[in-house]
């Protein structure tokens, strides 16, 4: 028989995190927060003494885009790490200590920690697309170029504008990163751009992306995320 593999430190975690610049929170089985890093305390506006211990969805009170909760008791991300099923990353609206709306990239993992195991969240602030909508309505037309991109750049380019990542873009369409950050810089070249945010702009600007930003990944309701294959 085979020794079971070690499980790793708890405190371990909590030095790990506590150093990068990605707001983590740590969820016990029972829902409780047991990790609050850092990044999580500068992103929601509460520290560790207001976190720790309290129940996930007591924080962060999430929403999708269309107002449904997805924060609450024994939600349906909980319930599928419970079955070792990862859900995929979704979009959250939430707010931070002062109310100001929050709208995070959410991705979520399982470790076995020394203590007990741990679902990991950990936060991407994308609110610049939020940004990228409200600077697009005082572009003007004359500000923009006739553009012309291929079937896969204006896919890629949509996708950017519902908040995926190149990461995220490359296990969608099943191509390698490397394509994927090949595509997004002609597309930036082929706009005249220097950034992703820019490149949304002047893609919700010429009517490029016709989807509201973000409304893809907005579609996890109360309903469990598909799961990643």
Aim: include cysteine.
């Amino acid at each position: 028989m085979q020794d079971p593999e070690p499980r790793i430190p708890f405190a371990m975690f909590e030095s790990m995190f506590d150093k990068t610049t990605i707001a983590v929170m740590g969820v016990n089985p029972a829902g409780r927060i047991m990790l609050w890093n850092s990044a999580a305390m500068n992103l929601f506006g509460q520290d560790a003494a207001q976190a720790l211990d309290r129940h996930c969805y007591e924080l962060t009170q999430g929403h999708d885009a269309r107002g449904n909760l997805l924060c609450y008791p024994n939600c349906s991300v909980l319930r599928m790490l419970h079955l070792n099923q990862i859900p995929n990353d979704y979009i959250l609206r939430s707010r931070d200590k002062d109310g100001n709306e929050l709208l995070l990239n959410v991705s979520t993992l399982t470790v076995d920690t020394d203590s007990y195991p741990l679902c990991l969240h950990l936060f991407h602030d994308v609110r610049w697309i939020t940004e990228a909508v409200q600077a697009a309505s005082d572009i003007s037309p004359k500000e923009v170029p006739s553009v012309s991109l291929t079937a896969r750049e204006l896919q890629i380019l949509s996708l950017m504008a519902e908040c995926h990542d190149s990461h995220d873009i490359a296990n969608l369409l099943h191509i390698s990163y490397a394509t994927v950050r090949n595509h997004v810089q002609n597309i930036l070249d082929k706009l005249g751009v220097h950034s992703r945010v820019e490149a949304v702009v002047v893609a919700l600007q010429e009517g490029l992306v016709k989807k509201e930003p973000c409304s893809d990944k907005a579609e996890h309701t109360n309903k469990a995320p598909f799961v990643r294959r």
